[in-house]
């Protein structure tokens, strides 16, 4: 039971490339969300999932898309990657809403050259 | 911006002594999580408060919720070197907001 898994941990891009996240749980879990996380700034929600077929923008949505490809799986997409964000990734789930606690996954480490 | 406000940023202790993490909110709250981040880590789910004046324990930590149900807090008592990490509180204004946290340093 790996819980929720995030590819790759570390990456390295280049400004305007473009780049996917992937997530998968494996907690039959309904709600998926990114966050990103700064230094001092905690964690900020950027898209969430509340269900297979719905997302929804968060706090900081500017510069990413996502995919809910089913009811594991939850990517972040970067169309053209600016040096702004560079940050660590996390991914997590919950059984149903934000009122459930939620699993993260360990991180991707991004950094935009 | 910052939805949730958490102090202090940082909080240095001698192993023994105690700490406590607060979480204020301008608007009252359904509910409240607290998360704790071990350095190089992803966040772990400690508890959730969804009652006013809720206290709950969990070995040496105890959580509160406020009576207004603005402000929570996590007292840990005789702080041990396991205890090391950041702990976030996190709150649900519709969307889900995380304060900046509290980076915990334990000497030993």
């Known amino acids: 039971n790996a819980g929720v898994t995030q590819t790759p941990k570390f990456q390295v891009l280049k400004t305007g490339q473009s780049m996917t996240l992937q997530c998968a749980q494996d907690?039959?879990?309904?709600?998926m969300y990114w966050y990103r996380q700064d230094p001092g700034m905690g964690l900020r929600l950027i898209y969430y999932?509340?269900?297979?077929?719905?997302?929804d923008k968060g706090e900081v949505p500017n510069g990413y898309n996502v995919s809910r490809l089913n009811k594991r799986e939850f990517s972040l997409r970067l169309e053209s990657a600016a040096p702004s964000q560079t940050s660590v990734y996390f991914c997590?789930?919950?059984?149903?809403?934000?009122?459930?606690?939620?699993?993260f996954g360990d991180g991707t480490r991004l950094s935009i050259l | 911006g910052q939805q949730v406000m958490q102090i202090p940023q940082y909080q240095h202790v001698q192993e023994g002594e105690d700490f406590t993490t607060y979480c204020n909110s301008s608007t009252t709250l359904s509910n409240i999580q607290w998360y704790k981040q071990r350095p190089g880590g992803h966040p772990v789910f400690l508890i959730q408060?969804?009652?006013?004046?809720e206290v709950k324990k969990q070995k040496r930590l105890t959580f509160q919720f406020g009576e207004a149900k603005k402000n929570s807090s996590l007292h840990i008592t005789a702080t041990q070197t396991t205890d090391v990490g950041t702990y976030f509180c996190?709150?649900?204004?519709?969307?889900?907001?995380f304060g900046s946290g509290t980076k915990l340093n334990v000497k030993p």
């Open positions: 408060l969804v009652k006013s004046g």
């Open positions: 907690m039959n879990h309904n709600s």
């Open positions: 997590a789930s919950s059984e149903q809403g934000i009122i459930q606690p939620q699993h």
């Open positions: 999932s509340a269900s297979e077929g719905t997302t």
């Open positions: 996190a709150a649900n204004f519709n969307k889900f907001y």
